[in-house]
């Protein structure tokens, strides 16, 4: 079964040649097949996709209510008011040891606003940008539509899916424009230590046209040991050339409000906003009062949660690991990255034969009703992502239904 069962109906000889060379996105399309099931009375459960159970805390609510009682309704600044921008340039110093002055940061409509605009203002045709791979669904389509190349060069589970420089020493040529960092990551929750980004860092050094984007938004969601670090931090002689980007999706369970930040060299940060200045204009008013609220309260309950993501996590490896569904601990994120190879050649109770993890991802939804990403969006074949975002009793149903349809494949 190919991974497009997973897009829309387009008339493609009416689509430019760049939206025709692009991959709806998978996580997406997964939970929109999911959500439609559950439409027609189906009692689906969705772990496909990326997003915090968890309501946005009161005080930030109320912050948006108090903006839209105030009349902060009109256009903003182009890219952020100044008091969200300072609470970013606090947030920045404060969690990341980075100093970044006031023209050095960008707001936009979501971390996808940051990433499309910072490739979209650098990218030319015939230029690479290097993706280590399993990755996010959204950065290869995002850099082909933008008419670059994506390079994406797959990390292994014995190495914990981190890219190592020699990797990446391998991947540059003379096209490479920018090296694309998400840690902790989407899909796999691998986390790039200090010493593993200053490695990465000593590479970079000899080639000092490369930009780096460091996609830091699961931040805050590390586990155990690992510790969250952030490529400036641990190399500030490359702060000119990197855009270090974040937003309040997963933090603060404030993915509809659509806000995203970055900090990042003034020219690049220049040209974002030319961008935004000519596409979308500000991020919501309202929105921009909400996260100034969130990033300059309490900032306790990120702790709390981080506990009932790390409990989940656990119950989730363990169970899969019992069932055959072999997946590391990860140490970030909310994802758990694990290997359906084993289930290959096989027929599910219902005669489907899996011949890969797109059919064992599809077949799962179709017959037990639970929706999950199959590896192959990430570049990754051969594994799926299951997200526990989810209460307890949500999850230990969906493990139930995976287990017997584990069980059932012959
Ligand atoms: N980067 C990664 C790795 C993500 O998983 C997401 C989630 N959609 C984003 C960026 C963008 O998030 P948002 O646009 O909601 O800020
Ligand atoms: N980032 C989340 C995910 O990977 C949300 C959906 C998306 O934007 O891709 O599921």
Known sequence: MPLDVLGTDMDKNRLSDVINSVQPSATIGMSQKARAMLAAGKDVIILSQGEPDFETPEHIK?????????????????????????????????????DYNLAEISVAPGGKAILFNAFIATLNPGDEVIIPAPCWVSYPEMVR?????????????????KLTGKLLEQAITPKTKWLVLNSPSNPTGSVLSSDDLRALADILRRHQNVLVLTDDIYEHLTYGQANFATLVEVAPDLKD??????????????????LGYAGGPKWLIAAMRKVMGQSTSNANSIAQYAAIAALNGDQKFLKDWRGVFQRRRDLV??????????????????????????????????????TSDVDFAMALLEESLVAIVPGSAFHAPGYFRLSYAESEPVLNSALARLQKFCEDCT
Do not use: H
């Open 241 to 258: 050339r990197v855009l270090t980007m974040n937003g309040m999706s997963k933090a603060y369970a404030m993915t509809g409000w659509r």
């Open 317 to 354: 490896c363990e169970i899969l690991n019992a069932i055959g569904l072999s997946c590391a601990v990860p140490d970030g994120a909310f994802y758990v990255f694990a290997n359906c190879e084993k289930f290959m050649g096989k027929t599910t109770s219902q005669g489907t034969v899996l």
């Open 145 to 161: 539509l933008c008419g670059a190349k994506p390079v994406v060069i797959r990390t292994s589970a014995d190495t914990g899916f």
């Open 62 to 98: 109320t912050a948006a209510v108090e903006a839209l009682a105030s009349g902060k309704t009109r256009y903003t600044a182009v890219d952020g008011v100044p008091e969200l921008k300072q609470a970013i340039q606090q947030k920045f110093r404060r969690d990341n040891n980075l």
